[in-house]
């Protein structure tokens, strides 16, 4: 089992949201789960096009980036953590065009078993409309929400703790493959949604049509 920390801070290792992430890694890694650490912006991200080329033919983009080797990274992963400040109750712009480019994620739920966490922190330490944020973007993509943490930019002791004890939980979630109703429901409510659409859009999206049809969908 391992997982992969996202770390969308311009300052790398040196950004509060990475250094409680981390934290998160180390209840991870407790509980003997890996955690991959990778920074945006190390990678060139491009804006989605909307060419639909990823839908017609599974993970095929025109532009000339790193994003589809990232999100091979996340489909070969157990648990994602997503780790932003906070830019005006958004992620930062890097991690929304990186979530743009995920939209084959959205239309076939990929991340469909997996789990998902989130570290927010910022100046104000008002960080739950993005926690919240990055949850949702976790349930269209298929994957539960293990729990997500905020914070202010200068954060204590009990951050810490709870961070750490999110990477336990997260790490428990996965073991045990815990399934949490609530979610569940909302996730089952989004595949009912894009079935129709993949019914209607077959022609358009060859493959993806194709890997509803693989998994028993339709």
């Known amino acids: 089992m391992k997982t992969l920390l996202i770390s969308a801070s311009p300052r790398k290792e040196q950004g509060s949201s990475f250094l409680l992430a981390r934290e998160v890694a180390t209840g991870l890694a407790e509980e003997g789960i890996a955690c991959e650490a990778l920074y945006l912006d190390d990678y060139k991200l491009l804006f989605c096009k909307s060419c639909e080329a990823c839908h017609k033919n599974i993970l095929a983009c025109p532009l000339k980036d790193d994003a589809m080797a990232l999100l091979q990274k996340m489909l070969d992963a157990d648990g994602i953590l997503l780790a932003s400040p906070n830019y005006i109750n958004q992620v930062t712009g890097s991690l929304k065009v990186f979530f743009d480019r995920s ?13 998902m966490a989130g570290v927010v922190t910022s100046g104000s330490g008002y960080g739950d409309p993005v926690i919240d944020y990055i949850g949702y973007y976790g349930r269209v993509c298929g994957a539960q929400f293990s729990g997500g943490i905020s914070a202010g930019q200068w954060y204590g002791k ?26 569940m429901k909302r996730i089952e409510e989004h595949k009912a949604h894009f079935a129709a659409i993949m019914k209607m859009r077959k022609d358009d999206w060859s493959e ?3 890997y509803w049809i693989g998994k028993g969908w339709l």
């Open 208 to 210: 993806e049509y194709g």
């Open 103 to 115: 939209a084959h994620f959205i239309h076939c739920l990929r991340l469909l078993g997996k789990y």
């Open 158 to 183: 009990d951050k810490k703790e709870e961070a750490f004890l999110l990477g336990k939980k997260l790490a428990k979630d996965i073991r045990e493959k815990t399934v949490y109703p609530d979610q």
